[in-house]
């Protein structure tokens, strides 16, 4: 490869931080690195997603303890990315939730994703070697499932794709806080390699129908009141839309992966350059979005090897 992405670069630590986005509900941040939710209930702790590895999973545990010292007895699974889920068997729960579509993606993807993604980020998967396998629910669902902390109910939804076909949000209705994994991103690029564009948008707007009072997004810092809740949104539909227009007009026009890859920094760059992990994604996003536009409905499946073509396509 000419060079590699820009991720496999990217070594330093980052800050964490540790905010209360409503009672007793935290988000665990980390400067653009993947977040983790936190709900306290009346006798247990819930976690939404889980971190890359055990390792970053006890820095999680770590802030949990300075607040609470309930016991952690289910994690779910935004969705089935390895960043997210790997990390599971550290919070020891007796029960791993996720929807059935993404339940299936690690069945059809799952090991794939895993080799994939530990080429693309090493400073993630620092502590890889205590990871016990691919990450497996004990509990799937379809649209919808509710789950009680004691008095303190957790509403699960499937809302429609977006970042995946099997993306769930979280939501805690006392307090209307929303964990809503990789399908909001607050000043960070979205990865859209799995992708579904034309369904992204939609998906948005009915996380706006709840009116949340706080998200936890999937990377970026905790939205805390509507103003900048209805900031994110607006801003995630902004950049997914325009992502994949300039790409889709390259594509349905006969033009290169290279072409549609120009036509989307024209359009992007000046807007979104300065978000974090914005140039590990560009590369899987204009290969998505030029699969999509032709017709390409299930996103392929990414390989380390797939990885390294695509990316020697893009460097001519």
Not at 222 to 245: C, H, I, P, Q, W
Request: charge should be negative; aromatic fraction near 10%; include cysteine.
């Amino acid at each position: 490869m000419a060079k590699s992405f820009a991720s496999q670069g990217d070594l330093a630590e980052k800050k964490i931080s540790f905010t209360e986005v409503g009672r007793d509900l935290w988000a665990f941040t980390a400067e653009g690195d993947p977040n983790t939710g936190v709900i306290i209930g009346d006798d247990a702790v819930m976690i939404v997603d889980a971190q890359a590895t055990p390792r970053l999973a006890g820095k999680v545990i770590e802030k949990i303890r300075t607040v609470t010292d309930k016991p952690i007895k289910q994690v779910v699974l935004s969705h089935y990315h390895a960043v997210r889920v790997l990390g599971a068997s550290a919070y020891q729960a007796s029960e791993i939730i996720m929807s059935e579509k993404a339940r299936a993606m690690v069945v059809e993807r799952g090991q794939e994703d895993w080799d994939s993604e530990f080429g693309r980020f090493p400073r993630l998967f620092q502590g890889h070697e205590s990871i016990p396998g691919l990450t497996w629910p004990t509990l799937t669902f379809n649209d919808r499932m509710t789950l009680y902390l004691g008095k303190r109910r957790v509403d699960l939804h499937f809302l429609g794709r977006a970042h995946t076909a099997g993306d769930i949000v979280a939501h805690v209705p006392d307090e209307n806080v929303m964990f809503t994994g990789d399908i909001v991103e607050y000043h960070s690029a979205c990865y859209c390699g799995d992708a579904h564009f034309a369904d992204w948008p939609a998906t948005l707007e009915a996380i706006r129908a709840f009116r949340p009072s706080a998200i936890a997004p999937g990377r970026g810092d905790a939205l805390v009141g509507e103003k900048m809740v209805d900031t994110a949104l607006d801003s995630t539909a902004d950049f997914v839309t325009s992502t994949y227009r300039p790409i889709a007009r390259v594509a349905q026009g006969g033009g290169s992966l290279k072409e549609a890859w120009d036509a989307c920094r024209a359009e992007c760059d000046p807007k979104f350059s300065s978000y974090a992990i914005y140039e590990h994604c560009l590369p899987f996003n204009v290969a998505r979005a030029y699969d999509e536009a032709l017709g390409v409905d299930t996103p392929r499946i990414w390989t380390a090897e797939r990885d390294r073509e695509m990316w020697e396509r893009l460097q001519g």
